[in-house]
């Protein structure tokens, strides 16, 4: 069965450190993936997208990166974290024209 | 470029009343798909429909109706009977087709409160 796993759960994070999440997916292959944030009481905004490995669209400048370093693995990172940065983040992928969301991770950056 | 929109940022009903989430999109796409979500309070996006751009029926799910209208560029969904448990953020979604990108648009999300 198709599945996607993100961890961790929840984070809290100063101001300034290094960020890393991490997305994967299972039971299918060459999906496109997605990172998506949600600010609080706010609708989802895409971030970025990967159409295969190593590919990497980003949709609005920000202080984030993205990488795509094996065919169904996602990784949102940044070298210094900033307030703005606080939300819920999702990783999702699609194989056709389904989408499937990961269980989401909760930043809090102090 | 796509938009969605959800103009009820938020909605109040008791139980067992019918409620209809509104949403109307923009798109220069001939081909697309519509979805909507649901967000509980534990923040997962719960998948409840999609739609293609060509498929105008509408469709009943248990206490759960959309209504596409391609003429007015909408995609209601109405919930019969109201419970408590349909307390939760529901988003209305567009996917582009036509571009290799793929991704979803989503409105701004009605959150939607059933009082016991």
């Known amino acids: 069965s198709q599945t996607i796993h993100q961890w961790p759960a929840t984070l809290v994070q100063p101001v300034g450190s290094p960020l890393s999440l991490e997305c994967t997916v299972e039971g299918t292959s060459n999906p496109n993936l997605y990172w998506y944030r949600q600010a609080a009481g706010r609708g989802l905004q895409l971030l970025f997208y990967s159409v295969g490995i190593g590919q990497i669209s980003s949709e609005v400048p920000q202080n984030l990166s993205a990488s795509r370093p094996q065919d169904r693995q996602f990784i949102l990172s940044s070298k210094k974290l900033l307030l703005s940065d606080s939300g819920f983040y999702l990783c999702?992928?699609?194989?056709?024209?389904?989408?499937?969301f990961g269980s989401g991770t909760r930043l809090t950056v102090v | 470029a796509q938009k969605v929109t959800q103009a009820q940022t938020e909605i109040s009903v008791v139980e067992k009343e019918d409620v209809t989430l509104d949403c109307v999109y923009e798109?220069?796409?001939?081909?697309?798909?519509l979805f909507w979500y649901k967000q509980p309070p534990s923040g997962e996006l719960v998948f409840l429909i999609r739609?293609?751009?060509?498929?105008?029926q509408n469709e009943i799910s248990g206490r759960y109706s959309w209504n596409f209208q391609k003429s007015t560029s909408s995609f209601n969904f109405t919930i019969t009977a109201s419970q408590v448990v349909d307390s939760a953020v529901y988003f209305c979604a567009l996917s582009d087709v036509d571009t290799g990108r793929r991704a979803l648009t989503f409105g701004s999300g009605t959150r939607l409160q059933v009082q016991p």
């Open positions: 798109t220069r796409d001939t081909t697309y798909y």
């Open positions: 999702a992928w699609s194989p056709g024209q389904g989408y499937t």
């Open positions: 739609r293609n751009s060509f498929d105008e």
